[in-house]
Nanobody, 121 residues
């Protein structure tokens, strides 16, 4: 099974930066995309950033120009560089891995356990 572990969350002041890491393990050859979602109190989990195996990137409008997603293709690790952080960026960030099942050829999601980001003075 593909497993996903996030790290890099913590407390940062407004305007500061954090770098999140998402490491995938297991049958990583099935992975076609990796990304980050975040969840805040009273809100649904929302897409923050996503990167496909061919390098295509997608960002939420609220983070464009501030966040950058990248991938280490040799290790199947995704990074989310978060700059100019705002209080509204606070929440639990979940790594999402999209994998194509070798059994069914269907793309299915795999979720990490989440890492907490707190932006506060």
């Amino acid at each position: 099974q593909v497993q996903v572990v996030e790290s890099g969350g913590g407390l940062v002041q407004p305007g500061g930066s954090l770098r999140l890491s998402c490491a995938a393990s297991g049958p990583v050859f099935t992975i076609v995309a990796m990304g980050w979602f975040r969840e805040t109190p009273g809100q649904q989990r929302e897409l923050v950033a996503r990167i496909t195996n061919n390098g295509d990137k997608e960002y939420a409008d609220s983070v464009k120009g501030r966040f950058t997603i990248a991938r280490d293709s040799t290790k199947y690790t995704a990074y989310l560089q978060m700059n100019s952080l705002k209080s509204d960026d606070s929440g639990v960030y979940y790594c999402n891995v999209e994998r194509k099942s070798s059994w069914t050829d269907k793309i299915v999601p795999v979720w990490g356990q989440g890492t907490t980001v707190t932006v506060a003075s």
